[in-house]
């Protein structure tokens, strides 16, 4: 059974910095979507970047150039990194994945918000900026 647990959430104030992991256990096939979303208060849950099988990179419009994501395939982790972050960024921000459905369309799936195609979540790490 798949299980990713998300780390390094936190509070910081508006402009600062934060770093999220994403570890992942018991993968056995092939890692064709990993992502991350998040969910602010109140709203519905939106994704925010993503990394398909053959390294193809996608971000939400509203991230773009602010956020990095990536991936150690040898440590079966994703990473997150958030930079000049806003208190438009406050939300509860979940790693998610889906394997061997390589007929999938990641970014579609991910930056459309179609949740109901990733297979697995994280629990989720909350991230608060303040102003």
């Known amino acids: 059974q798949v299980r990713l647990v998300e780390s390094g959430g936190g509070s910081v104030q508006s402009g600062g910095s934060l770093s999220l992991s994403c570890t992942a256990s018991?993968?056995?096939?092939?890692?064709?979507?990993m992502a991350w979303f998040r969910q602010a208060p109140g709203k519905a849950r939106e994704g925010v970047a993503s990394?398909?099988?053959?390294?193809?990179?996608y971000y939400a419009n509203s991230v773009k150039d602010r956020f990095t994501i990536s991936q150690d395939n040898a440590k079966h982790t994703l990473y997150l990194q958030l930079n000049s972050l806003s208190p438009g960024d406050t939300a509860e921000y979940s790693c998610?994945?889906?394997?061997?459905?390589?007929?999938?369309?990641?970014?579609?799936?991910?930056?459309?918000?179609?949740?109901?195609?990733?297979?697995?979540w994280g629990n989720g790490t909350l991230v608060t900026i303040s102003s």
């Open positions: 990394i398909d099988a053959y390294g193809g990179i």
């Open positions: 018991g993968v056995t096939g092939t890692s064709d979507c």
């Open positions: 998610a994945a889906y394997f061997d459905e390589p007929g999938g369309d990641c970014r579609v799936t991910v930056l459309g918000n179609f949740v109901e195609f990733m297979d697995y």
